[in-house]
């Protein structure tokens, strides 16, 4: 089992529809990062956090470190939201730079 | 300011033979890290290197993969000889400092666009 597990894997929406893709981790974590890849593209990064909430633009990423638990949300999606979305964390058991990811969600948004 | 670069964006061998890939990070970026997709699978990571030096090497699957960085700049990552098994994507990435130092978070994270490896 992986220590970063994402869902859905998969995610279809209509352009406008609020979107939520989570990630549950099961190591400690100094910090995580939602990624985002386009289709043929490299890897952007979104957000980095270690605690709350953070916003830009129509993305909202949370963080509940007791819980083991993150969100990422996209409110009014749009086609050009449409990506791969990857959840990465810095797990604190591992040396303290090395990236643990998820398998990522992949988002379609339909016009 | 150019981002991270690799080269190749493709590359499609036969098993046995080997291939170079080559990352050059963001200029100035001491940090440099590679990691791989395989297929189906999640992004896991490969080796980083501070300057010329490895910092951590303990996701290279084998001894089959040389990663060098001579001279603190661009990396090369060598297969030789390929396999089957090792068809995914590489991604490089860079930062300026290590991400995190003494428990505070320091450094942006950079990706390049990566090298798809196709071994048949």
């Known amino acids: 089992k992986n220590e970063v597990e994402q869902s859905p894997q998969n995610l279809t929406a209509q352009e406008g529809e609020f979107i939520t893709i989570n990630c549950s981790y099961s190591?400690?974590?100094?910090?995580l990062h939602w990624l985002q890849q386009h289709p043929g593209g490299g890897i952007v990064s979104l957000f980095m956090?270690?605690?709350g909430k953070k916003k830009h633009g129509r993305l909202i990423a949370t963080i509940n470190i007791q819980e083991k638990h993150s969100s990422l949300h996209i409110t009014a999606s749009h086609p050009r939201d449409s990506a791969v979305y990857i959840c990465?964390?810095?797990?604190?058991?591992?040396?303290?730079?090395?990236?643990?990811f998820g398998g990522g969600t992949r988002v379609l948004v339909k016009p | 300011e150019a981002g991270v670069t690799q080269f190749p964006s493709h590359s499609v061998i036969e098993k046995g033979q080997t291939v170079t890939l080559r990352c050059d990070p963001i200029?100035?970026?001491?940090?440099l890290y590679w990691y791989r997709r395989v297929m189906g699978k999640e992004i896991k990571f490969l080796l980083h290197?501070?300057?010329?030096?490895?910092?951590?090497e303990s996701g290279m699957p084998n001894n089959r993969f040389l990663a060098e960085r001579t001279g603190g700049t661009y990396s090369t990552l060598k297969v030789q000889p390929a396999e089957l098994e090792d068809s995914g994507v590489y991604f490089c990435?860079?930062?300026?400092?290590?991400?995190?130092?003494?428990?505070?978070?320091?450094?942006?994270?950079?990706f390049g666009e990566g090298s798809r490896l196709t071994v048949l």
């Open positions: 990435a860079s930062s300026q400092t290590a991400p995190w130092r003494q428990g505070e978070y320091t450094g942006e994270l950079f």
């Open positions: 190591v400690g974590i100094s910090a």
């Open positions: 290197f501070v300057k010329e030096s490895k910092q951590d």
């Open positions: 956090l270690s605690s």
């Open positions: 990465a964390v810095y797990s604190i058991k591992a040396a303290g730079n090395k990236l643990t």
């Open positions: 200029s100035g970026h001491d940090n």
